[in-house]
C-alpha cells in the first residue's frame, strides 16, 4: 500500500483540462517542496514531468503544471492531447523513508 | 546523451541473491546520485536506495537489511545486491540518475529523478 494517495483514474476530451491531486501528510507531501511527477506509458520507463513541486524539465510542455496545497501536490495537464494517455505517478521526499511514490493515475483520452 | 542500461539474470531462486549491474554511457559517475527503484503490479514503484558519487548510501527503511549497492567509477558502473529475495521481489529493477541543474558553476540537486534505464525484469521463482 502507497504511502501516498491517488484517484485511480481521471479522464478528459482532447483539448480538455485534467487534474490529478496527490495526497500525503506533513510528513511527506505537505513537509517539502519536494514533490515530483512522472509519466508513464505502456512497458516504457517513467517520464520526469514536474520536479520541485512546480518546475518543468527542459523539454516538457507547459501544459503540464504542478502546484500543491497543505498535503496535497496537483498534477494539471491543459489542453488535452491522445499522446498524453498514460500513468502518472506521484512522489515525495519522505522523513520516514526518503522517497515515497503514490500508487498510480491512469489518464484516459477520450 | 546519458544513457543507462541493466542487466543480469532474469530468473532468480528464492531465498538467493539478485544482483543487477546498470552500465552508465555518455555521462560521469560523479554528476550525480544514483538510485535504484524497482517496479510490480502488486507494489507500484518503490524507492530501493541511492549511492551518491563518492559511494555514500541511503537504503529504503523496509529493504535495508537486504540491500547492497556499489559504485565502480573506472567502469562507469552501479550494482545492486539484494539477498533473500521472495517473490515479492519479483519487479521490473531501474536505475536512475538523480536531477542536478547545473547554474553557472554552481550545481543544484533536486529530488527527481531525470533519467531512467529501460528496465530489468527480475523474477524469483523454484
Known amino acids: 500500500q502507497s504511502a501516498l494517495t491517488q484517484p485511480r483514474s481521471v479522464s478528459g476530451s482532447p483539448g480538455q483540462s485534467v487534474t490529478i491531486s496527490c495526497t500525503g501528510t506533513?510528513?511527506?507531501?505537505?513537509?517539502?517542496?519536494?514533490v515530483s511527477w512522472y509519466q508513464q506509458h505502456p512497458d516504457k520507463a517513467p517520464k520526469l514531468m514536474i520536479f520541485?513541486?512546480?518546475q518543468r524539465p527542459s523539454g516538457v510542455p507547459d501544459r503540464f503544471s504542478g502546484s500543491k496545497s497543505d498535503n496535497t501536490a496537483s498534477l494539471t495537464i491543459s489542453g488535452l492531447q491522445a499522446d498524453d494517455e498514460a500513468d502518472y505517478f506521484c512522489?515525495?521526499?519522505?522523513?520516514?523513508?526518503?522517497?515515497?511514490f503514490g500508487p498510480g493515475t491512469k489518464v484516459t483520452v477520450l | 546523451q546519458v544513457q543507462l542500461q541493466e542487466s543480469g539474470p532474469g530468473l532468480v531462486k528464492p531465498s538467493e541473491t539478485l544482483s543487477l549491474i546498470c552500465n552508465v554511457s555518455?555521462?560521469?559517475?560523479?554528476?550525480?546520485?544514483w538510485y535504484w527503484i524497482r517496479q510490480s503490479a502488486g507494489r507500484g514503484l518503490e524507492w530501493i536506495g541511492r549511492?551518491?558519487?563518492?559511494?555514500?548510501?541511503d537504503y529504503n527503511p523496509s529493504l535495508k537489511s537486504r540491500v547492497t549497492m556499489s559504485l565502480d567509477t573506472s567502469k562507469n558502473q552501479l550494482s545492486l545486491r539484494l539477498s533473500s529475495v521472495t517473490a515479492a521481489d519479483t519487479a521490473v529493477y531501474y536505475c536512475?540518475?538523480?536531477?542536478?541543474?547545473?547554474?553557472?558553476?554552481?550545481?543544484?540537486?533536486?529530488?527527481?529523478?531525470?533519467?531512467w534505464g529501460q528496465g530489468a525484469t527480475v523474477t524469483v521463482s523454484s
Open positions: 536512475a540518475r538523480r536531477l542536478v541543474v547545473v547554474v553557472g558553476a554552481t550545481r543544484y540537486y533536486y529530488f527527481g529523478v531525470d533519467v
Open positions: 555518455g555521462d560521469s559517475m560523479s554528476s550525480s546520485d
Open positions: 549511492i551518491s558519487a563518492s559511494g555514500s548510501t
Open positions: 506533513s510528513s511527506d507531501v505537505g513537509g517539502y517542496n519536494w
Open positions: 520541485h513541486v512546480n
Open positions: 512522489s515525495s521526499y519522505a522523513d520516514y523513508s526518503f522517497y515515497v
